[in-house]
């Protein structure tokens, strides 16, 4: 078969749901993901991340570092995307950077699709949302990669005629989808009649296929006379093997299996034939360890071949146009057998379920959500009408407001959408209205139902959705819609009785959630008094503070601090002022106090009465004053999110544990001598001085790594060794790690040549040799792509640093120590 009628396409759907608290906007810490922080973070490291940097391995040493993303075909969830260009910029880049890299390769055309924004089971959408997740969709990955998309990944692969006619007529040419899901075929005529509108027998061509559809071939679906868009289907026994059995143990064996596809299929003539595989991209590294390694292998093997093009969908449509017409199974997916049930009922399909388990919670939930959307809804449209010309046309474009909160995209939304001129509280209420829209259409993400319980982290992210989205509607509700929806939750029942129901749940763990302003305002206050410095508040979460004035008084170890603060929330630009006192009696002992500042003279008087009653009354008189004050809830310790609270436990601690560690040191010192005697005559040291031992060890290593621009003696950092293996002290490295790849990243980036090797290597090696013989093990991954540009220049003649590092045995001594194939 000729070259240009073999091809391969795989798919990797990269999504995660989006697990920001809802009134902070940040992800807080999520314990089943550890020992990484959350979720997230944990599969960026063994997935995301891991697919820029795969290793290809030849007699079991790296041979290459690949970028997986400029060989794939590949989509990322907008939420998720959104995150890592916050949280892994570094990644985020390569991503792009690959899209761009991919078009050079394929014609022009790039290798990420689009996304269905927040990724809910669009035949359960209303027409309104439908189109809304998809120009969402097309407009967060415009701004991302620089182009139009031609192809859209519909959550789930669910989709019904609507959905992919709305694609269509937004510019969307492709999308992917299973098996499963095509109906009749028939060869295209584009004389011919719209498809949907033909019998659903075999007049007028249609043909169905007994052994399943030829997903060897693209098809054209054209939901209506106006609109078409062309269908591939992957290759379901591939993508399945994938996914759920061992295909990628072997990366050379997948490769072969993925070529074995063409001749399985026993067709094959003048036309062109693509083997496309559609699978979770988490599967590369995440669900499958070293599923990156594996799928970049399988890459090399097809390429290998010379008569067999990886490709994109893209590329492959335009150079081979489908000559065959497509019907699709409506409202049917990829991972539910009875379709789109799996989203509203108990269906049976399910993940994660124990013996005797049910998931009957799915449809009261979903119709409390929905029931709350609607409601949502028509608040949307009432409000909305007072501020925007068209409010359902400002929802599509308030995407661009998302994507880019400074500058003056707000500024260029509202000149176009606004149906007056708005003051700046108008602009807020507008806001709210929009925001409120946008966690209305995150809880239907479809994760909330995909698991086996309603107490789970992805349906319970759906509650917190909900909770805030009716949070931002309280200001317009003429009607108490909470209550029904607490109701209607009470029906979906969790198969943990020790959680109750939904409406349980709810009450119990989202509720507290919500978030009051000056909550998070005490949170920056407490922490700047706590510094002993002047107040400097600029952003915390998703608000921006700024102290109007502070007045810092002093008694001993008292400390009262009086002041005013504005605080803007950078989402609805909504502006409050307050005033606050915090008083300190001592380390933990504080409370912070706030109320609004809606009066000038108010302040001065509740300032200059603080003032004099701290200095003149005692501490209980005092308490009284500033209670009769500020009426309101006061926050202390206990009122500290997780990530403050650790920073204050920091502040406080500080000259604690640095007593601490002088008294370890002293104790060690004051000591060692007259222990060592004990150790050369093989008699055990008592436990108390060998944890003093161990904490001045442990000091001594991490103070060699300290300042990582300079290189310490290494016969220094023998010497601690040695000495912590006489005194059978047995080392954390925790920190040190840390300490030592910082170290090492900073060194390795110097690795530049100019005609001589101007990085001490050498020292660099022995560190590295020593380090591992006695158990830090460090990140090989990471040291590893620092090291890959030297090895390519290693290995290339023609680079103009090969002689240099040729003659760098310490350099070549590194590379092989990190399993390079030198």
Known sequence: MPLSLKYVCIHAHLYQPPRENPWLGEVEREKSAAPYHDWNQRITRECYYANTASRVLRRERISEIVN??????????????????????????????????????????????AQVYNHSIMPL???????????????????????????????????DSESLSIAARHGIKFTLLAPSQAGKIRRLDRNRTAGTVAPDNDEDGWQGFSDGVDTARPYIFRPDEESEIAIFFYHGALSHSVAFNSALADGINFGNSILNAFSADGKGGDEARIVSIGTDGESYGHHHRFGEMALSSAIKTIEATGDVKVCNFGEFLEKHPPAWEVKIVENSSWSCAHGVERWRSDCGCTTGSEPGWNQKWRGPMREAVEYLKNKLDAIFEAKGSNYFKAPWEARNDYVGMILEREGRAGDKFFEKHSAKPLNDAEVTLALKLLEMQSAAMKMFTSCGWFFAD??????????????????????????????????????????????????????????????????V????????????????LKRLYRFNLSIIEADRREIKEKVLTVGRLLM?????????????AVLNLGKHDFKCYLKPNSDSDDYTRTKEDLVQGFQTRSISA??????????????????????????VMEMLTF?????????????????????????????????????????VFEKRLNGLFADIESLEDYDKLVAIFNEAKKWGVRLGYGALRENVLRFLTTHLKKLCFDGECKCPIMQISKIVVLLKEHEVFLDDWEIGNLLYPHFLAAKDPQHKFNAVISQCEEILELMRFYNFDV
Request: hydrophobic share 35%.
């Open 568 to 580: 803007e929330e950078m989402v609805t630009r909504e502006k409050r002022e307050f005033q606050f």
């Open 521 to 536: 305002a005490a949170q920056g206050i407490i922490i700047n008094s706590l510094k002993n410095e002047e107040f400097r």
């Open 454 to 519: 309603i107490c789970g982290l992805e349906a319970m992210q759906v509650l917190k959705y909900s909770a805030k989205a009716i949070d931002l509607a309280k200001e317009f509700m003429e009607e108490d819609i909470e209550s029904r929806f607490v109701e209607t939750l009470a029906r979906a029942k969790s198969n943990f009785a020790s959680e109750g129901s939904g409406a349980d749940i709810y009450l119990a763990r989202i509720k507290p959630l919500s978030t009051d302003p000056m909550r």
């Open 68 to 113: 997986n993303y400029e060989k794939i075909s590949f989509n990322f969830g907008p939420t998720l995307f959104s995150w890592l260009e916050r949280q892994e910029p570094d990644v985020y880049r390569k991503i792009v950077e690959s899209d761009a890299t991919s078009a050079k390769q394929h014609s022009g055309h790039g290798n990420a699709i």
């Open 655 to 695: 000259d604690v544990k640095e007593q601490i560690g002088n008294s370890y040191d002293n104790l060690f010192n004051k000591h060692k001598k007259f222990m060592e005697s004990f150790i050369e005559r093989d008699t055990a040291v008592p436990e108390e001085i060998l944890v003093a031992a161990k904490y």
């Open 125 to 159: 959408n209303s027409p309104r949302d439908k189109e809304t997740q998809i120009l969402w969709g097309i407009r967060d990955f415009e701004y991302r990669f620089g182009r139009k998309p031609e192809g859209i990944w519909f959550a789930e692969t669910a989709v």
């Open 622 to 647: 005092f308490q009284k004053t500033i209670n009769s004050k500020f009426p309101s809830e006061s926050f202390s310790f206990a009122s500290l999110f997780e990530k403050e609270r650790n920073s």
